[in-house]
Every structure is written in C-alpha cells, then in structure tokens.
C-alpha cells in the first residue's frame, strides 16, 4: 500500500540551527501539506502546497519556514533559524485532489527537538 | 472558540467494556474524518462521514454523523487494550487543509 515516508524520524538540533525536514509523498498526489504537533496537543496545520506555490499557510508558518519541491519525488520544510518552541513532530501528508472532503494521507513523522 | 471540541478529554476504561467520544461543533460541515493516532506515529484515518445521519460500522467501532451535520459520535464496543490511541476528529476547509480537534485519549486496561 502506498504511503507517505517522511525522514529523518528524530532529528536533535541546537537553538538557531537549520533544519530541513523532508518528504516523499505518494507518487501520484498533487497536495502536500505539513503538520505539526507539539507534544500533548493537538495536531496543527502549518501549510499546504500545489503546483510548486503555497496554497494556503496558517499565522504559524512565518518567515523561518519554507517549503520546497526540489525534484519530483521530495517535499521539504525548512526552519531556518530554530527555536526551542519549535520542537513538535512535524508531519508530511498528500492528497491526489483538493477540496473539502478529500482525505490526506499522513507520514509517521519527524519528532523534532531543539535544545 | 475551538472549531471542534471533542469529549471526554481522556477516558479510561477496562477491557470488554463499551464507550462512546464525541465531537462537536457549531458549524456545519460537509464531511468528517475519525483518526487513530498512537504515541510517536501519524495519524491514520478510520473513516469519513459525508451523509447527515450517517452511520458506519468498522468491526467493534461505529462511527455516525448528526442529522444537522455539526456533531459526530464514535462508539467502540467491548473495547480491546489494542484500542488504546488518541483519537482525532478532523473537517477540511475548501483549502484542503485539516482542522483537528484535541482528541480523546483512551486506554484500555486488560
């Protein structure tokens, strides 16, 4: 069955280092989305991405975070300058249409910790 | 004011018993996926419901849609300590992104 992958699955990094988190989606989803979850809460939408452009990005995905589609397969967020609050599981998910009612398929995520 | 708001917070339960969770909320919504999450993994999807009313049935666990559409139950019966999870009500936006609810962690004591 296919399924999204997501790696590396912990990744420690010291405050004000660069992270980049990445992603293969399934092979023929258009949608890709990261999520993140800071421990004990709830599971939060940080952006969503189609035809190499942003599609939508919530307040907490300011200018330390970016995404790419480097090539065909991957999908990476960026953290340009990491934070201590920034430590959560990131997750990856994609989708192969948009719209309400169309269901994402989620990685088993990156936890990541920044000390 | 959250967009969804699940209950119990947490429930916890012996093995062999039956327990409801639920999500509500104000809006109305076309869809809504159930989720299973264990510790340190994703989110996995369980089911979508579309219809108003909606009932489906996943071996021990049954999962129905309010007729207004707002307001979603999930019921596991003769629960297993293999139930145990968070479990996440989720709706999309017409962007396509999730909106989660907190979740109810539930543990199953053998």
């Known amino acids: 069955e296919p399924e999204v992958t997501q790696t590396p699955s912990h990744q420690v990094t010291q405050m004000g280092q660069e992270v980049i988190l990445r992603c293969v989606p399934i092979?023929?989803?258009?949608?890709f989305y990261w999520y993140r979850q800071i421990l004990g809460q709830k599971v939060e939408f940080l952006v969503s991405?189609?035809?190499?452009?942003?599609?939508?990005k919530s307040e907490i995905f300011d200018d330390q975070f970016s995404v790419e589609r480097p090539d065909g397969s991957n999908f990476t967020l960026k953290i340009r300058s990491t934070k201590l609050e920034d430590s959560a599981m990131y997750f990856c998910?994609?989708?192969?249409?948009f719209g309400t009612g169309v269901l994402a398929f989620f990685g088993q995520g990156t936890r990541l910790t920044v000390v | 004011t959250q967009l969804l708001e699940q209950s119990p917070q947490f429930l916890s339960i012996q093995e062999g018993e039956n327990l409801t969770v639920y999500c509500n909320s104000s809006?109305?919504?076309?869809?809504l996926q159930w989720y299973r999450q264990e510790p340190g993994e994703g989110p996995v999807l369980l089911v979508t419901?579309?219809?108003?009313?909606e009932v489906k049935k996943l071996k021990r666990l049954t999962f129905q849609f309010g007729d207004a559409r707002k307001d979603s139950s999930l019921h596991i019966t003769a629960a297993q300590p293999g139930d145990t999870g968070l479990y996440l009500c989720?709706?999309?936006?017409?962007?396509?992104?999730?909106?989660f609810g907190d979740g109810t962690t539930l543990t199953v004591k053998p």
């Open positions: 419901v579309v219809t108003g009313g």
């Open positions: 809006s109305v919504f076309s869809s």
């Open positions: 092979s023929n989803h258009l949608y």
């Open positions: 989720a709706v999309n936006t017409n962007a396509g992104k999730s909106t």
């Open positions: 998910a994609s989708s192969p249409t």
């Open positions: 991405f189609y035809n190499n452009e942003i599609s939508e």
